[in-house]
């Protein structure tokens, strides 16, 4: 089962030095997941022969242009293309008025139905909930309402043990087992126990996803053991207090939050345009968390089993 994240934007606030505005595709299993959605963005697909047949769901972290100016254009590009199928979008309260507003005075009406949900900057909430990820987010820290994405792998089917004991069991009985269900006798009680049957379940895949914020180990329960963590770093620590007035972080600050949180793999992004060298933010990052990397746009990123 693939759980694969691709880079599209990884700049802060505008283009520069061949850096885009934040995006990111993730695909698990046979489903794609847009987060952010900056000016270019879906030039970006296309440079990088991305499909969107599969993209039902798109995440908006907060209505700065950066993060969300690409998205009228794809939702137009994807109506040019004949899309039936419903869409998905969860961002901030007012993303809706904004791409109502857009398809009122281009006299567009799509061809697909869009669901908007508003997303609750102050609380956690389950956003998806399907057979292969469940999504919920993760309040940020930041100058206007923002959230953050967290995207957790299910397994679908245990493994089951070698035992000759299979070989009495119905197809039903083993499918039952397999989905992690134990299978109950006509009394009532477990006829066959899941543990009994199945090998320990492998670890889930986790990603997440924390766009602009500030420095705030409030998100740590919540990206606590990721997998992958994205997490912006606009500046150097030497603009620490630019970074706090404007409600960024910086590489070393990002790098401080992975290493607390536990992390497995840290992604840096969201740079701002001084910088056209990106080896300061990184070396400044490895010296806090070693297994700290730039987000580098076109890179497909593994998270294995």
Do not use: W
Request: proline share 3%; with cysteine.
């Amino acid at each position: 089962m693939s759980f694969e994240l691709t880079i599209l934007g990884s700049n802060s606030a505008a283009p520069a030095h061949s850096r885009h505005q934040s995006a990111q595709l993730l695909r698990v299993e046979n489903q794609t997941f847009l987060i952010d959605c900056g000016e270019g963005t879906q030039m970006q697909i296309s440079r990088y022969r991305l499909k969107l047949n599969r993209l039902n769901h798109i995440f908006i972290s907060h209505l700065h242009g950066d993060h969300f100016l690409g998205l009228v254009g794809l939702l137009s590009t994807l109506h040019l293309r004949n899309r039936t199928d419903d869409l998905y979008i969860f961002g901030p309260s007012g993303l809706n008025d904004i791409i109502t507003l857009h398809m009122k005075y281009t006299e567009t009406v799509l061809g697909y139905k869009v669901h908007f949900t508003s997303l609750d900057p102050i609380n956690s909430e389950v956003l998806v909930d399907n057979e292969h990820v469940n999504v919920s987010s993760i309040p940020l820290d930041h100058r206007i309402p923002c959230t953050g994405f967290l995207f957790r792998e299910k397994i679908k089917y245990l493994k089951l043990k070698k035992t000759n004991n299979l070989k009495l069991l119905t197809s039903e009985e083993i499918s039952s087992l397999k989905s992690g269900h134990d299978v109950m006798g006509q009394n009532g009680k477990v006829k066959l126990a899941v543990s009994d049957y199945t090998e320990s379940p492998r670890k889930t895949r986790t990603y997440a996803y924390c766009s602009d914020t500030r420095y705030n180990e409030s998100i740590l329960p919540f990206i606590k053991s990721v997998d992958l963590l994205y997490h912006e770093s606009t500046f150097l620590n030497d603009h620490k207090q630019r970074a706090y007035d404007t409600f960024h972080s910086t590489a070393h600050q990002a790098a401080s939050i992975a290493s607390k949180a536990q992390v497995k793999k840290l992604i840096l992004g969201h740079f701002s345009i001084r910088y056209k060298d990106l080896d300061p933010l990184l070396s400044e990052a490895a010296e806090v968390f070693p297994n700290s990397h730039l987000a580098v746009e076109g890179q497909r990123v593994s998270i294995e089993y």
